[in-house]
């Protein structure tokens, strides 16, 4: 190496420790940890039995992330309070928990979920909707439920979920007893 060399190596070195050392001095703090809530509510009493197979579907748009609505026509998704499932899985398995739906039925049952928010534009509340399809009859095409929370806490938030998902749970259950 000749010393012309040498120098435009140094420089560059230095340039890359000092790059790296104003990088250290950053007065950012680090991003908090996300926190996961699980608004699953515990079935209770013996499970309904249906002939039917059961599938659960929901807009590209609702995943793990807590979906607040924030207006009318505005939505915000927060990244640092998610839920433990997707929102399909969640309703999949709450449903699951309260009703017995064979695999082998030759009928299915489609939930497709409308609303999984926190709605923040007033008193926040959970809102959860589901429609229902079936190739018969059910007590209700639509299971709609909205659960107040007592804060604007992501805890207050969970808890208004969980009442909402268990509500809307209870209701689909009756929309499915016989008519």
């Not at 609702?62 to 839920?83: I, M, N, S």
């Not at 709450?94 to 039925?105: E, H």
């Amino acid at each position: 190496m000749t010393h012309r060399s040498v120098r435009p190596a140094a420089a560059a070195f230095a340039a890359m420790v000092a790059f790296l050392f104003v990088g250290c001095l950053s007065s950012a703090p680090p991003a908090p940890p996300v926190r996961w809530f699980d608004p699953s509510s515990v079935a209770s009493g013996p499970r309904l039995a249906v002939p039917l197979k059961l599938r659960v579907e929901a807009p590209p748009h609702l995943g793990r992330e807590f979906a607040l609505r924030t207006g009318v026509r505005e939505y915000a998704f927060d990244g640092e309070h998610q839920w433990i499932a997707t929102p399909a899985e969640l309703v999949a398995a709450a449903l699951q928990g309260a009703v017995a739906f064979p695999s082998y039925a030759s009928e299915e049952l489609l939930v497709r979920i409308e609303r999984f928010e926190l709605d923040v534009t007033a008193a926040p509340r959970a809102v959860v909707v589901l429609r229902l399809f079936a190739g018969r009859p059910l007590g209700a095409d639509e299971v709609r439920f909205e659960a107040p929370a007592a804060d604007r806490s992501p805890a207050a938030l969970a808890a208004a979920m969980a009442a909402a998902l268990g509500e809307a749970t209870a209701r689909t259950r009756a929309a499915l007893q016989p008519q």
